[in-house]
């Protein structure tokens, strides 16, 4: 089974909008973190944003919030009032508390396109 | 002053041939990571180590070898190139405490002939 499920392949949005990517995860763990990563055209791999499973409350950074729904085990990112640069791929990535064995696995991205 | 660097950025090589990537960071992480990359752009965790000792190895076939000098680099070593290997290697880093942030590379676009 996937550990981190991404149902839009695509988006398009316009310009100023808010958009939320989604993002749903299996895990038996009760600590773990929820990362969301931007991959622009130019291939870098952008970290963007950490809930961590203990969080009560949903984290900000700047115009991206994760919206965490521990029961539906979903990790939405909203970015609000879209930029043209937002056009990027996003990816949903979690980490389990598995001492010695850190490390992220990563949903399969949602490439996500603002209309001007 | 870059966190994470790797190069080269770009490899193109022929099948066959032998080829490393280097990795160095200096945010002063314990831990430092491989992905690969694919061309539908999946990621995939391939190697971490932790202050030069290896603690993941993803069943990566073993033509693909790291090697950490020293915690702050790790490089990757992949010998009889073949076609498959072509992707995007990802070197990424974080400090050694369960749940932190990890910070990536920019990429090398590896192609093989």
């Known amino acids: 089974a996937q550990k981190i499920t991404q149902t839009q392949p695509g988006m398009f949005v316009q310009e100023k909008e808010a958009v939320t990517l989604d993002c749903t995860y299996d895990t038996s763990d009760q600590s773990y973190g929820l990362f969301w990563y931007k991959q622009p055209s130019s291939g870098e791999m952008i970290f963007l944003i950490y809930q961590g499973s203990y969080d009560e409350q949903n984290a900000t950074e700047g115009r991206y919030s994760l919206n965490f729904q521990k029961a539906r085990k979903s990790a939405n990112l909203v970015i609000s009032a879209s930029q043209l640069g937002d056009s990027a791929m996003y990816f949903c990535?979690?980490?389990?508390?598995?001492?010695?064995?850190?490390?992220?696995?990563f949903g399969t991205g949602t490439r996500l396109t603002i209309i001007p | 002053d870059t966190a994470v660097s790797q190069t080269p950025k770009y490899l193109v090589t022929q099948m066959g041939n032998d080829k490393s990537i280097k990795c160095e960071q200096n945010l002063g992480h314990d831990t430092m990571y491989w992905y690969k990359q694919d061309s539908k752009k999946f990621l995939k965790i391939m190697f971490s180590y932790n202050n030069k000792e290896l603690i993941i190895n993803e069943t990566v076939p073993n033509r693909f070898s790291p090697k950490s000098p020293d915690k702050a680099h790790l490089n990757l070593h992949i010998n009889s190139l073949e076609l498959g290997d072509s992707a995007v290697y990802f070197c990424a880093s974080s400090q050694d405490d369960t749940q932190e942030t990890q910070y990536f590379g920019p990429g090398t676009r590896l192609l093989v002939l």
């Open positions: 990535a979690m980490r389990e508390e598995n001492f010695g064995n850190e490390k992220l696995t």
